[in-house]
């Protein structure tokens, strides 16, 4: 899934950073080291994924730190190199640090990072921790902010980034190679990461709420429940792949599928009847609104700034 090219990054040699051709082509491995901070599920996915993708070389590009030590043991199963010190990443990953810790530890990791002199970019995945406050922890570092959700985990992420005021386009082409490798990744400003953390970081849940409705639905007309789930899951899917890959509106799609008086468009009736697309659309602004709170933003403005 990656995509684009990746210059080369000069750094000193070290088990982690002998490579030094990079590219993001199907043909050649990159040169980047690459650390993680905290080696829960979501970091876990996001390292088999850059191998996988050939965004680093292999396992032994990759060191992980964690205080937790069955998510060390699966790693160290797969052939990363793990430890418990925050500091030892950060002095054998030489190009990328991810931080994956809860919100509530970002700080006390920062002021581990800021112990090794580097110059590796870092890269946030801890949800509302602001640019702001990684630069203020992190003075002087290139730091980046992004939100993945749960499809990281079967390479299916909708990931949104913002980059910090001193990053470079090198940082951005490693931060899409990076995300990218477990799904899609888009640029936007950081304020509408709330934005993101609604739509696309609580989305699955709604669309889980959505395919255990509709298969409720098919056993309420006579279905059995498994054939029911299936059914439904695979309806989504579908339905989510041809918006992809069609490129056509989810409206023409729609209309394509209803037939004048027929069964489609008599759902479709129900289903604005019931405010389903009135309550999709609560529900992502709602979880945004949330998210400002969370990122201590003052009510005011989210009531005047942004319209919430």
């Known amino acids: 899934m990656a995509s684009g090219r990746l210059p080369a990054i000069p750094v000193?040699?070290?088990?982690?950073?002998?490579?030094?051709e990079v590219s993001m082509g199907n043909e050649h491995h990159t040169s980047l080291s690459v650390g993680f901070v905290g080696c829960g599920m979501m970091a876990s996915a996001l390292m088999d994924g850059?191998?996988?993708?050939?965004?680093?070389?292999?396992?032994a590009s990759i060191v992980c730190s964690d205080i937790f030590q069955p998510s060390l043991d699966i790693?160290?199963?797969?052939?990363?190199h793990v430890t418990t010190s925050n500091e030892e990443v950060c002095n054998k990953a030489k190009d990328v640090v991810l931080i994956a810790v809860k919100p509530n530890v970002v700080e006390d990791v920062c002021l581990e990072i800021r112990k090794v002199?580097?110059?590796?970019?870092?890269?946030?995945?801890?949800a509302g921790v602001q640019i702001k406050a990684l630069e203020k922890h992190l003075p002087g570092r290139r730091v980046v902010r992004v939100m993945p959700n749960t499809g990281c985990l079967i390479a299916e992420s909708a990931s949104g980034y913002a980059m910090?005021?001193?990053?470079?386009?090198?940082?951005?082409?490693?931060?899409?190679?990076?995300?990218?490798?477990?799904?899609t990744a888009q640029e936007i400003k950081e304020i509408l990461?709330?934005?993101?953390?609604?739509?696309?970081?609580?989305?699955?849940?709604?669309?889980?709420?959505?395919?255990?409705?509709?298969?409720?639905?098919?056993?309420?007309?006579?279905?059995?429940?498994?054939?029911?789930?299936q059914l439904a899951a695979q309806t989504v899917k579908g339905a989510a792949e041809m918006v992809l890959q069609t490129g056509e509106h989810p409206g023409s799609l729609k209309d394509k599928v209803c037939s004048p008086g027929g069964t489609t468009i008599a759902g479709v009736q129900a289903l604005e009847?019931?405010?389903?697309?009135?309550?999709?659309?609560?529900?992502?602004?709602?979880?945004?609104?949330?998210?400002?709170?969370?990122?201590?933003?003052?009510?005011?403005?989210?009531?005047?700034?942004?319209?919430?």
């Open 164 to 183: 910090g005021e001193l990053c470079t386009s090198e940082d951005k082409e490693i931060v899409e190679a990076i995300f990218g490798a477990v799904g």
């Open 75 to 80: 790693a160290k199963n797969k052939g990363y």
């Open 117 to 126: 002199k580097s110059n590796a970019l870092i890269i946030s995945i801890a």
């Open 273 to 308: 009847n019931g405010g389903f697309r009135a309550a999709t659309i609560a529900a992502v602004t709602a979880a945004t609104r949330r998210s400002m709170q969370l990122g201590d933003i003052p009510e005011q403005d989210i009531r005047h700034l942004y319209n919430l």
């Open 50 to 59: 850059i191998v996988r993708e050939k965004v680093v070389k292999d396992q």
């Open 193 to 229: 990461l709330n934005a993101v953390t609604g739509l696309s970081g609580s989305g699955p849940a709604y669309v889980y709420q959505f395919i255990e409705a509709l298969a409720d639905g098919g056993v309420r007309s006579g279905l059995p429940r498994d054939v029911a789930m």
């Open 12 to 20: 000193e040699a070290s088990p982690l950073t002998e490579k030094r």
